[in-house]
Protein backbone atom coordinates (compact mmCIF):
# COMPACT_ATOMS: atom_id res chain seq x y z
CA UNK A 1 0.00 0.00 0.00
CA UNK A 2 1.22 3.82 -0.97
CA UNK A 3 1.62 5.90 2.10
CA UNK A 4 2.54 9.86 2.72
CA UNK A 5 3.35 10.74 6.09
CA UNK A 6 4.24 14.67 7.04
CA UNK A 7 6.11 14.58 9.32
CA UNK A 8 4.97 17.79 11.19
CA UNK A 9 1.98 18.93 11.68
CA UNK A 10 2.27 22.69 12.85
CA UNK A 11 5.13 24.60 12.13
CA UNK A 12 6.37 27.91 13.67
CA UNK A 13 8.39 30.36 11.57
CA UNK A 14 9.51 34.19 11.78
CA UNK A 15 8.79 36.17 8.70
CA UNK A 16 12.01 35.95 6.76
CA UNK A 17 13.40 32.99 7.95
CA UNK A 18 14.18 29.85 5.96
CA UNK A 19 11.25 26.94 5.82
CA UNK A 20 11.57 23.16 5.76
CA UNK A 21 8.48 21.30 5.32
CA UNK A 22 9.21 17.62 5.46
CA UNK A 23 7.48 14.56 3.65
CA UNK A 24 8.16 11.02 3.35
CA UNK A 25 5.96 8.26 1.23
CA UNK A 26 6.08 4.59 0.49
CA UNK A 27 5.23 3.12 -2.30
CA UNK A 28 6.65 0.36 -4.23
CA UNK A 29 6.24 1.44 -7.31
CA UNK A 30 7.58 4.62 -9.09
CA UNK A 31 5.60 7.83 -8.03
CA UNK A 32 4.62 10.99 -8.60
CA UNK A 33 4.90 13.77 -6.02
CA UNK A 34 3.05 16.97 -5.25
CA UNK A 35 3.13 19.81 -3.03
CA UNK A 36 -0.31 21.61 -2.43
CA UNK A 37 -1.06 24.37 -0.37
CA UNK A 38 -4.52 25.36 1.09
CA UNK A 39 -5.19 29.00 2.01
CA UNK A 40 -7.70 29.32 5.21
CA UNK A 41 -11.61 28.78 3.85
CA UNK A 42 -10.12 28.14 0.55
CA UNK A 43 -9.70 24.89 -2.48
CA UNK A 44 -5.98 23.62 -2.89
CA UNK A 45 -3.38 24.95 -5.05
CA UNK A 46 -0.51 23.09 -6.90
CA UNK A 47 2.62 24.12 -5.52
CA UNK A 48 5.09 22.39 -7.57
CA UNK A 49 5.21 18.60 -9.27
CA UNK A 50 7.95 15.91 -9.73
CA UNK A 51 6.90 13.06 -12.64
CA UNK A 52 10.77 13.02 -13.75
CA UNK A 53 13.96 14.55 -14.97
CA UNK A 54 15.96 16.94 -12.43
CA UNK A 55 15.42 15.74 -8.65
CA UNK A 56 15.01 19.36 -7.39
CA UNK A 57 11.60 21.01 -8.39
CA UNK A 58 10.91 24.66 -8.42
CA UNK A 59 7.31 26.28 -7.77
CA UNK A 60 5.51 29.03 -7.13
CA UNK A 61 5.71 31.78 -4.51
CA UNK A 62 9.07 30.83 -4.61
CA UNK A 63 9.22 26.99 -3.04
CA UNK A 64 10.98 24.29 -4.19
CA UNK A 65 11.06 20.82 -3.21
CA UNK A 66 13.77 18.19 -3.48
CA UNK A 67 13.02 14.27 -4.75
CA UNK A 68 15.33 12.16 -2.82
CA UNK A 69 14.52 8.18 -4.20
CA UNK A 70 16.56 7.17 -1.70
CA UNK A 71 15.56 8.62 1.71
CA UNK A 72 11.40 8.08 -0.45
CA UNK A 73 11.54 11.97 0.56
CA UNK A 74 10.02 15.09 -0.78
CA UNK A 75 11.06 17.82 1.47
CA UNK A 76 9.19 21.46 0.94
CA UNK A 77 11.54 24.65 1.18
CA UNK A 78 11.50 28.78 1.05
CA UNK A 79 14.67 30.56 1.88
CA UNK A 80 12.59 33.43 3.16
CA UNK A 81 8.77 33.62 4.20
CA UNK A 82 5.94 35.74 3.86
CA UNK A 83 3.04 36.61 6.98
CA UNK A 84 0.97 35.42 3.64
CA UNK A 85 2.63 32.10 3.03
CA UNK A 86 0.86 30.69 6.78
CA UNK A 87 -1.54 27.97 5.15
CA UNK A 88 -1.99 24.37 5.41
CA UNK A 89 0.32 22.52 2.90
CA UNK A 90 -0.72 19.16 1.56
CA UNK A 91 2.39 16.65 0.33
CA UNK A 92 0.48 13.75 -2.03
CA UNK A 93 1.75 11.02 -4.65
CA UNK A 94 -0.17 9.80 -7.59
CA UNK A 95 1.01 6.32 -9.00
CA UNK A 96 0.58 4.62 -13.00
CA UNK A 97 -1.00 2.11 -11.26
CA UNK A 98 -4.59 2.49 -9.08
CA UNK A 99 -6.22 4.33 -11.69
CA UNK A 100 -3.94 7.46 -10.43
CA UNK A 101 -5.73 8.05 -7.45
CA UNK A 102 -4.07 11.37 -5.71
CA UNK A 103 -3.20 9.83 -2.00
CA UNK A 104 -2.50 13.00 0.29
CA UNK A 105 -0.37 13.40 3.64
CA UNK A 106 -1.82 14.68 6.58
CA UNK A 107 -1.12 18.34 6.71
CA UNK A 108 1.54 20.66 7.78
CA UNK A 109 0.13 23.66 8.71
CA UNK A 110 3.00 26.44 8.32
CA UNK A 111 2.52 29.46 10.65
CA UNK A 112 4.47 32.64 9.79
CA UNK A 113 4.65 34.94 13.00
CA UNK A 114 6.09 38.68 12.54
CA UNK B 1 -13.97 33.89 -13.85
CA UNK B 2 -14.38 30.92 -11.39
CA UNK B 3 -12.53 27.93 -12.87
CA UNK B 4 -14.29 25.34 -10.29
CA UNK B 5 -17.07 26.29 -8.98
CA UNK B 6 -19.34 24.81 -6.23
CA UNK B 7 -22.76 25.32 -4.83
CA UNK B 8 -23.83 25.62 -2.00
CA UNK B 9 -20.52 27.07 0.25
CA UNK B 10 -22.65 26.31 3.05
CA UNK B 11 -24.45 23.34 3.75
CA UNK B 12 -26.70 22.50 7.51
CA UNK B 13 -29.42 19.92 7.02
CA UNK B 14 -30.75 17.50 9.45
CA UNK B 15 -30.23 13.82 10.21
CA UNK B 16 -31.84 11.92 7.87
CA UNK B 17 -32.12 14.12 4.80
CA UNK B 18 -31.22 14.09 1.68
CA UNK B 19 -29.09 16.86 -0.23
CA UNK B 20 -26.73 17.68 -3.48
CA UNK B 21 -24.06 19.79 -4.09
CA UNK B 22 -23.24 20.56 -7.48
CA UNK B 23 -20.07 21.37 -8.96
CA UNK B 24 -18.95 22.82 -12.43
CA UNK B 25 -15.58 23.63 -14.35
CA UNK B 26 -14.90 25.89 -17.27
CA UNK B 27 -11.84 24.89 -17.91
CA UNK B 28 -12.50 22.31 -20.46
CA UNK B 29 -10.62 19.60 -18.56
CA UNK B 30 -11.42 15.74 -18.95
CA UNK B 31 -11.21 14.24 -15.64
CA UNK B 32 -13.40 15.68 -12.61
CA UNK B 33 -12.78 14.65 -8.72
CA UNK B 34 -15.01 14.79 -4.95
CA UNK B 35 -12.74 14.68 -1.84
CA UNK B 36 -13.81 14.50 1.25
CA UNK B 37 -11.62 16.58 4.05
CA UNK B 38 -12.41 15.95 7.39
CA UNK B 39 -12.16 18.13 10.69
CA UNK B 40 -8.27 17.56 11.23
CA UNK B 41 -7.87 18.40 7.45
CA UNK B 42 -7.26 14.96 6.24
CA UNK B 43 -8.38 14.45 2.18
CA UNK B 44 -9.54 11.37 1.13
CA UNK B 45 -10.48 10.91 -2.93
CA UNK B 46 -14.33 9.71 -3.05
CA UNK B 47 -14.95 9.61 -6.57
CA UNK B 48 -13.12 10.81 -10.37
CA UNK B 49 -15.28 10.49 -13.54
CA UNK B 50 -13.31 10.32 -17.14
CA UNK B 51 -15.47 11.87 -20.01
CA UNK B 52 -18.79 11.27 -17.75
CA UNK B 53 -17.23 7.46 -17.12
CA UNK B 54 -16.92 6.57 -13.09
CA UNK B 55 -12.82 5.83 -13.23
CA UNK B 56 -12.09 6.07 -9.41
CA UNK B 57 -14.90 4.92 -6.74
CA UNK B 58 -13.14 4.31 -3.29
CA UNK B 59 -14.93 2.50 -0.55
CA UNK B 60 -17.74 5.28 0.01
CA UNK B 61 -20.90 3.80 1.69
CA UNK B 62 -23.84 3.27 -1.08
CA UNK B 63 -25.42 6.45 -0.03
CA UNK B 64 -23.24 8.80 -1.67
CA UNK B 65 -23.73 8.94 -5.73
CA UNK B 66 -22.40 11.07 -7.84
CA UNK B 67 -23.29 11.93 -11.25
CA UNK B 68 -21.52 13.78 -14.36
CA UNK B 69 -24.24 14.62 -17.01
CA UNK B 70 -21.45 15.98 -18.99
CA UNK B 71 -17.81 16.38 -18.58
CA UNK B 72 -17.94 19.62 -17.09
CA UNK B 73 -20.70 18.79 -14.25
CA UNK B 74 -20.18 16.38 -11.57
CA UNK B 75 -22.70 16.52 -8.54
CA UNK B 76 -22.90 14.25 -5.34
CA UNK B 77 -26.33 13.02 -4.38
CA UNK B 78 -26.06 12.08 -0.52
CA UNK B 79 -29.26 9.78 0.70
CA UNK B 80 -30.27 9.09 4.86
CA UNK B 81 -27.42 12.16 5.93
CA UNK B 82 -25.44 10.97 8.96
CA UNK B 83 -23.55 12.85 12.01
CA UNK B 84 -19.93 11.63 10.37
CA UNK B 85 -21.05 12.76 7.00
CA UNK B 86 -20.04 16.53 8.54
CA UNK B 87 -16.94 17.77 6.30
CA UNK B 88 -16.13 20.06 3.83
CA UNK B 89 -16.18 18.28 0.55
CA UNK B 90 -14.34 19.52 -2.52
CA UNK B 91 -14.52 19.03 -6.38
CA UNK B 92 -11.69 19.31 -8.39
CA UNK B 93 -10.69 18.90 -11.88
CA UNK B 94 -7.62 18.15 -14.18
CA UNK B 95 -6.33 17.63 -18.01
CA UNK B 96 -6.55 14.12 -18.18
CA UNK B 97 -7.17 11.10 -15.71
CA UNK B 98 -3.60 11.25 -14.90
CA UNK B 99 -4.18 13.89 -12.53
CA UNK B 100 -1.18 15.71 -12.73
CA UNK B 101 -2.47 19.21 -11.47
CA UNK B 102 -5.57 19.63 -10.38
CA UNK B 103 -7.68 22.51 -10.02
CA UNK B 104 -9.83 22.85 -6.40
CA UNK B 105 -13.25 24.34 -5.93
CA UNK B 106 -13.43 26.33 -2.83
CA UNK B 107 -15.56 23.30 -0.91
CA UNK B 108 -18.94 22.99 0.38
CA UNK B 109 -18.80 23.23 3.94
CA UNK B 110 -21.77 20.01 5.16
CA UNK B 111 -22.85 19.97 8.64
CA UNK B 112 -25.41 17.51 9.97
CA UNK B 113 -27.15 18.13 13.30
Known amino acids: AQSVTQLDSQVPVFEEAPVELRCNYS??????LFWYVQYPNQGLQLLLK??????LVKGINGFEAEFNKSQTSFHLRKPSVHISDTAEYFC????????????FGAGTRLFVKA | DTAVSQTPKYLVTQMGNDKSIKCEQN?????MYWYKQDSKKFLKIMFS???????INETVPNRFSPKSPDKAHLNLHINSLELGDSAVYFC????????????FGPGTRLTVT
Open chain 1, 27 to 32: SSVSVY
Open chain 2, 27 to 31: LGHDT
Open chain 1, 92 to 103: ALQSNTGGFKTI
Open chain 1, 50 to 55: YLSGST
Open chain 2, 92 to 103: ASSLTRQGHEQY
Open chain 2, 49 to 55: YNNKELI
